[in-house]
């Protein structure tokens, strides 16, 4: 996983990838006030998108060849996202 935000541009989490997905949500609701955080993964790479299904992410939608792989080919991206709830 990739995060990107002013303070950590291409940071690489090497972690527990659902530990640190939940924290970097939190910091960015919390620090940056945001109204949506959204996580983008290849459509083939099932472990990325299970972590974003398992951290509470909905899929809304899959872009067809929008990314393209190290040898050439168009790939498809799926688009998750959560929207926090107001309390």
């Given at each position: 996983?990739?995060?990107?935000?002013?303070?950590?541009?291409?940071?690489?989490?090497?972690?527990?990838?659902?530990?640190?997905?939940?924290?970097?949500?939190?910091?960015?609701?919390?620090?940056?006030?945001?109204?949506?955080?959204?996580?983008?993964?290849?459509?083939?790479?099932?472990?990325?998108?299970?972590?974003?299904?398992?951290c509470g992410f909905q899929l809304e939608g899959i872009h067809?060849?929008?990314?393209?792989?190290?040898?050439?080919?168009?790939?498809?991206?799926?688009?998750?996202?959560?929207?926090?709830?107001?309390?």
């Amino acid at each position: 996983f990739w995060g990107n935000n002013p303070d950590k541009v291409g940071l690489l989490f090497t972690q527990d990838w659902e530990e640190l997905v939940k924290e970097y949500e939190a910091e960015l609701l919390k620090t940056y006030s945001s109204v949506r955080v959204e996580l983008v993964t290849d459509e083939l790479n099932s472990g990325s998108r299970g972590v974003a299904t398992r951290c509470g992410f909905q899929l809304e939608g899959i872009h067809r060849n929008t990314m393209q792989s190290p040898d050439g080919w168009l790939r498809n991206a799926c688009i998750y996202a959560k929207v926090p709830t107001k309390d």
